[in-house]
């Protein structure tokens, strides 16, 4: 069901998300219903029994009486912002089809930009540790396509001008587009499209591509039994094609100067907004389940370009 606007042109289920979280105090016990049901365990010896120190906000283990919290070992770990700004940061960043930019998080949630700027890359890690999960199948188009400029220690180091992502987009049996992989790649050598195919597609997915011969071979020879190939017509890439350029526009509308360093994690913005565009009045609680699985990534990390995404 897709989002309404109230009297003053505020979507419905802002208001709702408004009043729900309206507390710091309501915002951590979200975190601890959610971190319960994924099965909050002690990060040192596996025992999934606490005593709740509750001054400190710590749980001790019963077992070996370590003392952790609830945001150890998640995207959040470390963080020193409250919680009511990572929910609301959170459900921007899901709900705004065009995508928000850390400047207008500073701005609307009273915040230096570096803070803003290293607070939503850590909810787009949330969103790849999501998309990681998941593997297209069934009919699949496939092709790459450019992002914009690459960094600059490609283009020195390989003569590579591009951002180079390679686009996965499963459809229905009447052609219409399901979900999608968006996956940054630093060159389309044979080795790199198989390994990109092998964390995208389930085996047994039918593929349709473009022209390209190295697709068509890397693809074939190790999905030779499960994968059928073929030269994909102009109608049948439409679609795909349709969707990556509405995310360049995207990308171009409110990503100034994006940095190719955090390419894919722009991406996975993109494809978390894109896959759940059908479960729009949800997307905001499903972002919220994904903390107990997401990944700690620090601000120097990020910085340096050698976290991973
Ligand atoms: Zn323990």
């Known amino acids: 069901m897709p989002l309404t606007h109230n009297s003053e042109g505020e979507p419905i289920g802002f208001t709702a998300f408004a009043a729900k979280y309206a507390t710091e105090e309501a915002c951590y016990n979200k975190l601890y219903e959610i971190r319960q049901e994924a099965g909050f365990c002690c990060p040192r010896c596996g025992c999934c029994v606490f005593y709740p ?30 919680l009511r700004k990572w929910f609301w940061a959170m459900y921007l960043v899901a709900t705004d089809k065009r995508g928000i930019s850390a400047l207008a998080i500073q701005k609307q949630l009273h915040m230096t930009y570096n803070t803003a700027w290293f607070l939503v890359q850590r909810i787009r890690q949330m969103m790849g540790n999501r998309e990681e999960n998941y593997m297209l199948l069934g009919i699949i188009s496939f092709e790459d396509a450019d992002f914009g400029r690459a960094p600059k220690e490609l283009i020195q180091s390989r003569g590579k001008r591009k951002c180079k992502v390679l686009v996965g987009m499963s459809k229905t049996e009447s052609g219409k587009p399901r979900y999608a992989k968006f996956i940054y790649v630093k060159d389309l050598k044979g080795k790199t499209i198989q390994e990109a195919a092998d964390r995208a597609f389930m085996p047994g997915a039918k593929i349709e591509t473009g022209t390209c011969r190295s697709y068509r071979k890397q693809i074939k020879e190790k999905y030779l039994t499960s994968y059928a190939t073929k030269d994909a017509t102009k109608e049948e890439l439409l679609w795909l094609r349709t ?67």
Do not use: W
Request: charged residues 25%; aromatic residues 8%; contains cysteine.
């Open 53 to 82: 120190i509750q001054k400190r906000k710590l749980y001790q283990c019963k077992e070996c009486r370590h003392q952790t919290s609830l945001i150890v070992g998640t995207a959040m770990e470390g963080t020193h912002l409250p």
């Open 243 to 309: 969707v990556v350029s509405n995310i360049k526009l995207l990308f171009n509308g409110t990503y100034h100067g994006l940095d190719a360093r955090h390419m894919q994690r722009y991406l996975n913005e993109a494809a978390y907004r894109f896959n759940r565009r059908k479960m729009e009045d949800m997307i905001f609680d499903r972002l919220l389940a994904t903390i107990p699985g997401s990944s700690h990534i620090t601000y120097r990390e990020l910085t340096r370009g050698t976290g991973r995404v």
